[in-house]
């Protein structure tokens, strides 16, 4: 029997492995894709694969990092916090140590 959740974590290793994301996709999961193991085309032709799926749905994909994608429903909201926190880095005022020789 499977368990309500909100969100599934998938490492696929091939492209037949990710057609069961397109099932939580379908019933409205966030879907978190590692693809840190597959080369770029094999990443690629995934992320084409579900692409697809997540616009049928009116949803979202978003990159919080390399290699990792997350497909979020219409009905989902997200925050990336730590994107915020770099949009406001300002390089000028970093300081920066001075050390003497």
Request: hydrophobic share 35%; glycine share 2%; with cysteine.
């Amino acid at each position: 029997m499977e368990k309500d959740f909100d969100i599934v974590f998938v490492k696929p290793k091939k492209y037949e492995e990710c057609k069961k994301c397109i099932e939580y996709i379908k019933k409205d999961k966030i879907v978190h894709i590692n693809l840190m193991e597959l080369d770029a085309k094999e990443s690629q032709r995934i992320l084409d694969y579900i692409s697809g799926a997540v616009y049928i749905k009116e949803g979202e994909i978003v990159n919080p990092g390399e290699s990792i994608f997350c497909t979020i429903p219409k009905n989902k909201s997200h925050l990336f916090e730590y994107k915020m926190i770099q949009e406001s880095y300002d390089e000028v005022e970093e300081i920066i140590p001075i050390y003497k020789k």
